[in-house]
């Protein structure tokens, strides 16, 4: 048989791609992984960006409080986009609340509104302050009021009342962000993020490398308790992270011109518990992965469902409701909530203790969780020999206790009667022995 080149490089290339498709499959991790990361990308994803902005908290001051201003309010919190969230006597109350990330946006009606607005020689003014430092959330407030204050110009048109010749005159103030720019509220997104990631793969890393490298049976037998053990390993990752926080702050202020208008301390001080929590993640995917590839995949997957639930592409209040349930144990979105209040709002702690109370929260639960997995052993699959174990020890006592709660055989009560006595079976224990029952039965004895 010739012996033709072509045919021979397909054939070893051939059997080159069915080594690889088997070892793919055997690696179940990696396989679900490449099954279900994508699908659950989409879906997150999709179910982000399919309804747009909405629920957006609304404050109105309402110092006409006319049969027309409530109908303005009735028509706005009866949108997708905005909800009522609370009435404020003053516009400084209502600022307070804008500055602390509570409310989106305040809509403020003068008193008169509702004489003005039947009034042709007059216009109707309204007033709406939006929160700058989210040029979406902003545009979006500004676009509902427009078209409802353009409604009802026309339903008044419609029933033939004397109305102002133009609409309703709309006065916008943007705070925080005047011009309404994009950058400073992509830039201090990224800042979260890129803190988030370098801090969860650097500590995600610590016990694989030690695994891989073959040096976790020297860390076993070293005499550091497991306390010792996990803040030998956390300090550096602690380290890097606010170093890490600093340096980006540094270029946020000084390249792009972003400014910190609040205690730069204070952030420092609150990215504290974040950095914790995602020591704590990394730690606890470091100790299940097998290796440093399974440690980056674990990664990838929680950096992708904390970035779908952080508001990064719609506001936390627009999401579905199970992905809102979700972001409220999202450290991304809490950090996020402080950077921005910190750095564009101005704000301090009275505004920001809920968000720093919630990241210390998730901090304590997440380090409970990794000193708990540590304790369970340095092995990859030492929890589930545990738990393998326990569940055996149940069962053996379970099956224990079932032969001690099994009544005993009683024995049956005396006949009453000599014919009873006679007809009922001797026990065993009465019975004599054979060799007894030869003896008397032996002639002669």
């Known amino acids: 048989?010739?012996?033709?080149?072509?045919?021979?490089?397909?054939?070893?290339?051939?059997?080159?791609?069915?080594?690889?498709?088997?070892?793919?499959?055997?690696?179940?991790?990696?396989?679900?992984?490449?099954?279900?990361?994508?699908?659950?990308?989409?879906?997150?994803?999709?179910?982000?960006?399919?309804?747009?902005?909405?629920?957006?908290?609304?404050?109105?001051?309402?110092?006409?409080?006319?049969?027309?201003?409530?109908?303005?309010i009735t028509r706005l919190d009866q949108t997708d986009e905005l909800v009522l969230k609370t009435y404020e006597d003053s516009v400084e109350r209502a600022r307070e609340l804008m500055q602390s990330g509570e409310i989106a946006a305040i809509v403020v009606l003068p008193p008169g509104y509702g004489e003005r607005l039947?009034?042709?020689?007059?216009?109707?003014?309204?007033?709406?302050?939006?929160?700058?430092?989210?040029?979406?959330?902003?545009?979006?407030?500004?676009?509902?009021?427009?078209?409802?204050?353009?409604?009802?110009?026309?339903?008044?048109?419609?029933?033939?009342?004397?109305?102002?010749?133009?609409?309703?005159?709309?006065?916008?103030?943007?705070?925080?962000?005047?011009?309404?720019?994009?950058?400073?509220?992509?830039?201090?997104?990224m800042l979260g993020l890129i803190v988030y990631q370098v801090t969860l793969v650097v500590a995600a890393q610590s016990f694989t490398?030690?695994?891989?490298?073959?040096?976790?049976?020297?860390?076993?037998?070293?005499?550091?308790?497991?306390?010792?053990?996990?803040?030998?390993?956390?300090?550096?990752?602690?380290?890097?992270?606010?170093?890490?926080c600093a340096l980006m702050i540094g270029v946020v202020a000084l390249w792009f011109d972003i400014p910190v208008r609040g205690s730069l301390l204070l952030l420092l001080l609150l990215t504290l518990p974040f950095v914790l929590v995602q020591i704590g993640w990394g730690t606890l995917i470091s100790l299940i992965s097998r290796t440093q590839q399974q440690a980056m995949l674990f990664v990838f997957s929680l950096a992708m469902l904390e970035v779908a639930c952080s508001g990064f592409m719609v506001p936390a209040s627009s999401m579905p409701v199970a992905m809102r349930v979700l972001s409220q144990v999202s450290s991304v979105q809490h950090y996020i909530v402080i950077v921005r209040g910190?750095?564009?709002?101005?704000?301090?702690?009275?505004?920001?203790?809920?968000?720093?109370?919630?990241?210390?929260?998730?901090?304590?639960?997440?380090?409970?969780?990794?000193?708990?997995?540590?304790?369970?052993?340095?092995?990859s699959d030492s929890l589930r020999r545990r738990l393998r174990a326990l569940w055996r020890a149940r069962a053996l006592d379970r099956a224990q206790g079932r032969r001690r709660a099994k009544p005993a055989r009683t024995r049956r009560p005396a006949a009453s009667s000599p014919l009873a006595r006679a007809l009922a079976p001797v026990p065993v224990s009465e019975r004599p022995s054979r060799t007894t029952a030869s003896r008397r039965t032996r002639p002669g004895s």
Do not use: Y
């Open 1 to 72: 048989m010739i012996n033709n080149p072509i045919i021979d490089t397909l054939h070893r290339a051939w059997g080159l791609v069915v080594k690889e498709i088997l070892q793919l499959s055997r690696d179940k991790l990696l396989l679900a992984f490449l099954v279900v990361a994508p699908l659950l990308e989409l879906l997150l994803m999709g179910g982000l960006t399919g309804e747009g902005v909405q629920n957006l908290p609304l404050a109105v001051v309402d110092l006409d409080r006319s049969r027309a201003s409530r109908e303005l």
């Open 118 to 189: 039947t009034d042709p020689r007059q216009g109707a003014e309204v007033q709406l302050i939006a929160d700058g430092s989210s040029s979406v959330v902003s545009t979006v407030a500004i676009s509902t009021v427009e078209t409802q204050a353009a409604e009802i110009v026309r339903d008044l048109t419609a029933r033939h009342v004397l109305a102002s010749a133009g609409p309703v005159e709309l006065r916008f103030v943007a705070r925080f962000n005047a011009v309404l720019d994009g950058q400073p509220h992509s830039i201090t997104m």
């Open 209 to 244: 490398r030690e695994r891989e490298q073959g040096t976790l049976e020297q860390l076993r037998v070293t005499p550091l308790r497991r306390l010792e053990l996990i803040a030998g390993k956390a300090t550096p990752v602690l380290l890097v992270g606010l170093v890490n």
């Open 342 to 379: 910190v750095m564009l709002r101005g704000a301090g702690v009275g505004s920001l203790w809920v968000p720093a109370l919630a990241l210390s929260g998730i901090a304590v639960a997440v380090l409970s969780l990794a000193w708990l997995r540590l304790r369970a052993g340095l092995d």
